[in-house]
């Protein structure tokens, strides 16, 4: 049993000290000469990634493991093996969502795909480097949002409102992105609740990963933006011609009633699998 101070508490410390740590590192990345290079944006977005994991990835062992005392089995990943096979069960789903949701846009008649002449084995290869990139940003959003924080105030407060305050602050936490709206902000804190879900799943931080990564790579892949993010793809594009709070628009299907259909089909789909609560 964690008090609620303590959660709280701690929780700040974690999420300020995270941003303390990497912000400054993150501001140096950004000036580098590199960023006008072929492949800056994609150059730039995997150094990010690597510097918000090891920056929340040292907070997590020092607030979380060290100070509250959780252990691998908190976070869900024990047995690995299992774990694995959790990651590939959240990775479908989210994948199949976001596709889901494009393919309803474009039956729709609201959006389409056009071969832009580039070759299916540069869109594969371009796929490969995007979800190297992906990967370690999905896993550091989810040490982030979805690990020692709601670990702790899911223990103190309950799991719903841990995850409906963290899923909040989710969403808000996206506001510097590109062509952001309130739907869109909307929409990211349901994927903040889908992801509070699939973490209390049996494969915890392996599941939620999955689902995150699952989801983002699934729209890159079918040359969508990403949370307002563009990640030019070869071989296709995506045009997204309906409403924007249709589709999404220039956002992506995360910022359209379609994308947050989905995501919400997502959170059930989760829920129907999560863990019993612990009583505290």
Request: charged share 10%; aromatic share 10%.
């Amino acid at each position: 049993m964690i008090s609620r101070a303590r959660a709280l508490g701690w929780s700040l410390v974690f999420l300020g000290g995270g941003v303390a740590f990497t912000l400054p590192l993150l501001h140096l990345v950004s000036q580098s000469p590199r960023l006008a290079a072929p492949g800056g944006a994609l150059w730039l977005a995997a150094v990010q990634s690597v510097v918000l994991l090891m920056g929340f990835g040292l907070l997590t062992w020092l607030v979380g493991v060290r100070i509250l005392g959780f252990g691998a089995r908190d976070f869900g990943a024990r047995p690995a093996g299992l774990g694995i096979r959790r990651f590939g069960w959240g990775f479908g789903i989210g994948a199949g969502l976001a596709a889901l949701a494009m393919v309803v846009a474009v039956a729709a008649g609201r959006a389409s795909w056009q071969d832009d002449g580039g070759a299916v084995s540069s869109w594969l290869a371009s796929v490969l480097a995007t979800g190297a990139v992906l990967l370690p940003a999905a896993l550091a959003e989810e040490l982030i949002f979805r690990g020692v924080p709601l670990l702790a105030l899911s223990r103190a407060f309950g799991r719903m409102p841990a995850i409906v305050g963290l899923s909040l602050l989710f969403g808000l936490g996206h506001l510097s992105n590109p062509g952001i709206n309130g739907l869109a902000v909307a929409n990211i804190a349901i994927a903040g609740v889908f992801l509070g879900l699939a973490f209390f799943t049996p494969g915890g931080l392996w599941t939620a990963t999955g689902v995150h990564l699952g989801w983002n790579l699934a729209l890159a892949a079918l040359a969508a933006p990403v949370s307002g993010l563009p990640l030019p793809m070869p071989w296709l594009d995506y045009f997204a011609e309906g409403p924007a709070w249709l589709t999404g628009g220039s956002f992506g299907p995360e910022g359209g009633l379609i994308g947050a259909l989905c995501l919400l089909a997502g959170a059930m789909l989760a829920a129907r699998r999560t863990t019993k609560e612990a009583v505290a």
